[in-house]
C-alpha cells in the first residue's frame, strides 16, 4: 500500500472516491469536500488547507482521509485552544497541526473510509505512520481527528492515540407513525409544551414549506443564503460558508438537500437547511431577520421529526449543543474526537488532562438524560 497525498479534491477522480464513500453520510461526498474548495470556503486565506490522503494500491483507491492543515482552531467544535495557549507559555509552537475532520461540520460518521476487503488496523497503521514522519520532516505538532464512528475511534485509540469524548443531543425514531404517536411517549407536560410551541407559530400567521432539495428555486437559495448571512452578523462574525458553495452543492447532490422556508404575508420569514442521509436527518444551518414565538423549535426541530416519521429514517442529528433539545426527546449521545501529539511530554499531561475531563463528560451525560421527557416505563 501506497500513501499518496494531495491538495485538492480535483486531484481524485469523483467516482473513485464516491465508490468509497457512498452516500449514506452527505459530508464526505466528492462533491461536499470539493464545493468547500471551489467556493472558497475552505482554503489558505481561512485557514484550511486541504492535505487529503490516499491509500493506492497499483493505482487503485483502496481506502481515503480527508486531512487538512490548520493555522487556528475555529470551525471544529472541539475546542482545543487551552492546549494551544500551554504550549505558547512554553515557547512552543502548537500550530500548524493535521485535522481530520469534515470542516465546520460536528456530525459523527466515517472519517477513515476503507474498502471493504482490507484490514482498517492495518490501513489506520499505515496512515497514522506517514503522518508522524510528514510531522517530523515539517515541525507539525499533532493530529487530531474529529468525531469519527466510535468503531473507528477504537480502532485509533488501540494504537496509541488519546480519546476525548463530548456530547451531544440526538433524536431516535422508534417507529412512529406520527407525530402524534412520538408525542404520546412524552410526559403530560412537554406533551403540552410541544403542541403550545407548534399552535404558536400557527397563531402567528407563519405557515412552514418543506422543500426537497431538487425543488429549491434559484431565489429560494438566495433567500436561504440571506438568513444563513444574518445568523452570524447578529453575533458579530463573518459566515464560514458563502453562496458559491450552497449554489455549488445545490447543482451537485441536492437529491440530499432539504429546505424548511417559513412563510408569513406572503415573505419568507426564516429558512433551515438540512442534510438526508440513508437513515439520519442532519440539521445544519438556520436563520431568520427578526424572532416569531417557538419559530425556531418549529423550523429546526419539529420539521424535522415529521420527515424522519414521514421517511423512515431512525435519527435526527441536529446539531452541537442545545440543552434546550433534551426536554423535547433529543437524547445525549456520546461523541468522540482522536488526538496524537508528538511533543511526549504535552501528551502525557493531555491524557491526563482527558481522563478527568472524561469523568465530567460522563456523569454530565447521565445528567441530562435524567430530564428527558419520556413517560417512565413500568
Known amino acids: 500500500m501506497e500513501v499518496k497525498q494531495i491538495n485538492s479534491?480535483?486531484?481524485?477522480?469523483?467516482?473513485?472516491?464516491?465508490?468509497?464513500?457512498?452516500?449514506?453520510?452527505?459530508?464526505?461526498?466528492?462533491?461536499?469536500?470539493?464545493?468547500?474548495?471551489?467556493?472558497?470556503?475552505?482554503?489558505?486565506?481561512?485557514g484550511w488547507v486541504p492535505s487529503h490522503l490516499l491509500v493506492i494500491d497499483e493505482e487503485k483507491l483502496l481506502a481515503f482521509m480527508p486531512l487538512y492543515l490548520k493555522q487556528h482552531s475555529w470551525g471544529e467544535y472541539v475546542f482545543d485552544h487551552q492546549w494551544a495557549h500551554a504550549y505558547q507559555q512554553q515557547g512552543l509552537a502548537y500550530y500548524p497541526k493535521w485535522l481530520t475532520a469534515v470542516p465546520l461540520t460536528p456530525c459523527q460518521g466515517p472519517r477513515i473510509v476503507i474498502k471493504a476487503t482490507i484490514d482498517p488496523l492495518e490501513v489506520l497503521h499505515t496512515l497514522l505512520t506517514f503522518i508522524k514522519q510528514l510531522s517530523e520532516q515539517r515541525g507539525i505538532s499533532s493530529w487530531h481527528c474529529l468525531f469519527p464512528v466510535r468503531q473507528q475511534a477504537d480502532l485509533l485509540m488501540s494504537l496509541g492515540l488519546n480519546i476525548r469524548e463530548g456530547v451531544q443531543f440526538h433524536w431516535f425514531n422508534q417507529g412512529y407513525r406520527d407525530f402524534n404517536d412520538f408525542l404520546q411517549t412524552l410526559s403530560a407536560s412537554k406533551r403540552k409544551m410541544i403542541r403550545r410551541e407548534r399552535r404558536r407559530v400557527n397563531e402567528q400567521s407563519v405557515r412552514l414549506l418543506r422543500i426537497a432539495g431538487t425543488d429549491i428555486s434559484d431565489l429560494q437559495w438566495q433567500v436561504f443564503f440571506q438568513f444563513y448571512t444574518m445568523t452570524y452578523l447578529k453575533r458579530g462574525s463573518k459566515p464560514y460558508l458563502n453562496l458559491a458553495f450552497f449554489q455549488q452543492i445545490a447543482a451537485t447532490m441536492a437529491e440530499q438537500l432539504l429546505l424548511v422556508l417559513a412563510v408569513k404575508d406572503n415573505k419568507y420569514v426564516a429558512a433551515a437547511l438540512s442534510f438526508v442521509g440513508s437513515d439520519t436527518l442532519y440539521g445544519r444551518y438556520w436563520g431568520c431577520y427578526e424572532e416569531y414565538n417557538s419559530l425556531h423549535f418549529e423550523a429546526c426541530y419539529y420539521q424535522g421529526l415529521d420527515y424522519c416519521i414521514e421517511h423512515g429514517l431512525k435519527r435526527f442529528d441536529s446539531g452541537a449543543q442545545g440543552e434546550h433539545k433534551i426536554s423535547r426527546g433529543f437524547e445525549p449521545i456520546t461523541t468522540y474526537s482522536a488526538h496524537w501529539i508528538k511533543d511526549a511530554r504535552f501528551a502525557q499531561a493531555i491524557e491526563q488532562f482527558l481522563a478527568k475531563e472524561q469523568k465530567a463528560v460522563q456523569l454530565y451525560k447521565q445528567d441530562a438524560a435524567s430530564f428527558l421527557p419520556f413517560k417512565q416505563k413500568i
Open 9 to 46: 479534491m480535483a486531484q481524485v477522480n469523483c467516482a473513485d472516491w464516491n465508490r468509497l464513500a457512498g452516500d449514506a453520510y452527505p459530508f464526505l461526498r466528492h462533491e461536499f469536500l470539493l464545493a468547500l474548495e471551489q467556493s472558497g470556503s475552505v482554503s489558505g486565506q481561512t
